[in-house]
Nanobody
Framework: QVQLVESGGGLVQAGGSLRLSCTAS????????MDWYREAPGKQRSLVAS???????NYADSAKGRFTISRDNAKNTMYLQMNSLKAEDTGVYYC?????????WGQGTQVTVSS
């Protein structure tokens, strides 16, 4: 029913910034928790940040102080502003929509941070 499309990844030097976007089709965005996950090379996919239906947020410890997650319900879009990037931030970033109907994942966008 829904499709999530991520964009904004790329190659950046340590200390730089990127902004990721995730746009959802369908009508359930506003009732959904939206998450960003990272899958680093050879590691399990792990939660980076979440934004809830009321706009409140939480972050993994690795993201606190450097990343900002937000949502624009009018655009069905979630963002992740990533500043002060480090090599360990490298990985494929996935968007997830979660609601009472289940979870939907995007295709992922590659973020590579060079030292």
């Amino acid at each position: 029913q829904v499709q999530l499309v991520e964009s904004g990844g790329g190659l950046v030097q340590a200390g730089g910034s990127l902004r990721l976007s995730c746009t959802a089709s369908g009508s359930r965005f506003r009732i959904s928790t939206m998450d960003w996950y990272r899958e680093a090379p050879g590691k399990q996919r792990s939660l980076v940040a979440s934004v809830f239906t009321d706009g409140s947020t939480n972050y993994a410890d690795s993201a606190k102080g450097r990343f900002t997650i937000s949502r624009d319900n009018a655009k069905n879009t979630m963002y992740l502003q990533m500043n002060s990037l480090k090599a360990e931030d490298t990985g494929v970033y996935y968007c997830r929509m979660y609601n009472i109907y289940g979870a939907t994942w995007g295709q992922g966008t590659q973020v590579t941070v060079s030292s």
